[in-house]
């Protein structure tokens, strides 16, 4: 059974700092990762998804990278901004494609 | 270009009643799944639909079941509802269920 984990629950950075978020998952058979952003009482924004073949992937100040085999992903994050407090939550499509399996998020907050 | 819409975004039931909640996909795409966010967890999958059929299930008793449209829209229907069906209900679409999916703004349900 796919299990993914994140690490940390809560990170808490001052502004302009360069941070890494961490998701793992027990199953190394996927389709692909995604990374998604959660402000509070709301839906989710994808940020990147990350195909099986691909090793990472980038959009502005965001780099996920994948490292199947070990069952690890990473979302960098570049000089962080307050704007980017919300819960990021990592998920994988596993053996029954379209079914996103998620981890419970890291909550970040970013100071000014 | 219209993204993923669900209504109502609240809702407030009593346990014993039913409800029956609504998703519009994102224009272009043809299949949606419902996901179901408990407080402080990440969003679990209940089940997926593809050309008007439930293409897969979660793990989720039969009291959850679904419906789509020829226009591809979808409602989702709890009976017997209890104090643990009370969460965040999330719609996602994507283009032949695979690749990204897009998520609505969620339904919060409040049952008392």
């Known amino acids: 059974k796919q299990e993914v984990t994140q690490i940390p629950a809560a990170l808490s950075v001052p502004e302009g700092e360069n941070l890494v978020l961490n998701c793992s998952f027990t199953d190394s058979a996927i389709y692909n990762l995604q990374w998604f952003r959660q402000d509070p009482g709301k839906g989710l924004t994808s940020l990147l998804l990350i195909q099986s073949s691909q090793r990472e992937q980038t959009s502005g100040r965001l780099n996920a990278s994948l490292d199947k085999s070990s069952g690890r992903s990473t979302l960098y994050i570049a000089a962080s901004q307050p704007g980017d407090s919300a819960t990021y939550l990592c998920?994988?499509?596993?053996?029954?494609?379209?079914?996103?399996?998620f981890g419970k998020g890291t909550k970040l907050s970013v100071k000014p | 270009d219209a993204g993923v819409t669900q209504s109502p975004t609240h809702l407030i039931k009593t346990r014993g009643q039913q409800v029956t909640l609504r998703c519009s996909p994102k224009s272009g795409h043809d299949t949606v799944s419902w996901y179901q966010q408990a407080l402080g967890q990440g969003p679990q999958f209940i089940f997926q639909?593809?050309?008007?059929?439930?293409?897969q299930r979660g793990n989720f008793p039969d009291r959850f079941s679904g419906h789509q449209f020829p226009n591809y829209s979808s409602e989702l229907n709890v009976n017997a509802l209890l104090l643990g069906d009370s969460a965040l209900y999330l719609c996602?679409?994507?283009?032949?269920?695979?690749?990204?999916?897009?998520f609505g703004p969620g339904t919060r349900l409040l049952v008392l």
């Open positions: 996602a679409s994507s283009f032949g269920g695979v690749g990204t999916q897009y």
């Open positions: 639909y593809y050309e008007e059929e439930e293409r």
């Open positions: 998920a994988v499509e596993g053996g029954s494609q379209g079914n996103l399996i």
